[in-house]
């Protein structure tokens, strides 16, 4: 069983950044890929990044390559997101997630547990 918790959500003006953080529970984390997605107002859960087990590979959605960088830290069983150059439809609330498996995917549907999600919202 894996807990995963978001935090570094918040308010910021198109244009900067924000790192979001996700700490993971359980003995599995450094063999379980990772990944964000994210869920807008009115649509649908959308893929954002994945990272597999050991952080090797890495996978980004179109809308979102060039902008934003997932890592982890094993040590600390935690994944992060780092994303700059906001737009004002980045806003969405954010979710990590686990896979069962060490090859990462932006397939929201192969993953197994997930967050609770952080709020991030980017003004114009």
């Known amino acids: 069983q894996v807990q995963l918790v978001e935090s570094g959500g918040g308010l910021v003006q198109a244009g900067g950044s924000l790192r979001l953080s996700c700490l993971a529970s359980g003995r599995t984390f450094s063999s379980n890929a990772m990944g964000w997605f994210r869920r807008a107002p009115g649509k649908e859960r959308e893929s954002v990044a994945a990272?597999?087990?050991?952080?090797?590979?890495?996978y980004y959605a179109d809308s979102v390559k060039g902008r934003f960088t997932i890592s982890r830290d094993n040590a600390k069983n935690t994944v992060y997101l780092q994303m700059n150059s906001l737009k004002p439809e980045d806003t969405a609330v954010y979710y990590c997630a686990a896979r069962q498996y060490h090859s990462g995917t932006l397939d929201q549907h192969e993953y197994n547990y997930w967050g609770q999600g952080t709020q991030v919202t980017v003004s114009s």
């Open positions: 990272i597999s087990w050991s952080g090797g590979n890495t």
